[in-house]
């Protein structure tokens, strides 16, 4: 059974950063493919970022330069790096990795930009 530990939400300041996690344990499979998502309050859930098995990443056009996706070389773990936060980036983060032949969703780690 897959588990999966998201950290590193928090409040930050616009212009700040913060670094999501997202830990998969449970499988003896690796993280294949993987989306950051992120749902603010009122709005549809969003896709921010994906990473592929080969590492092909892409990004929203509202992250695109400020945010970066990444794995550690285990592959059981992915990251999300957030650079120059602003206030319309709070929301609630979720990873979506796929793991064998499944996909699980995080528990959410929230991400408050303010002043």
């Known amino acids: 059974q897959v588990q999966l530990v998201e950290s590193g939400g928090g409040l930050v300041q616009p212009g700040g950063s913060l670094r999501l996690s997202c830990a998969a344990t449970?499988?003896?499979?690796?993280?294949?493919?993987v989306g950051w998502y992120r749902q603010a309050p009122g709005k549809q859930r969003e896709l921010v970022a994906t990473m592929t098995r080969g590492g092909t990443t892409n990004y929203s056009d509202s992250v695109k330069g400020r945010f970066t996706i990444s794995r550690d070389n285990a592959g059981n773990t992915v990251y999300l790096q957030m650079n120059d936060l602003k206030p319309e980036d709070t929301a609630v983060y979720y990873c979506n990795p796929k793991v064998s032949t499944r996909t699980y969703w995080g528990q959410g780690t929230q991400v408050t930009v303010s002043s």
């Open positions: 449970g499988s003896a499979f690796s993280i294949s493919f």
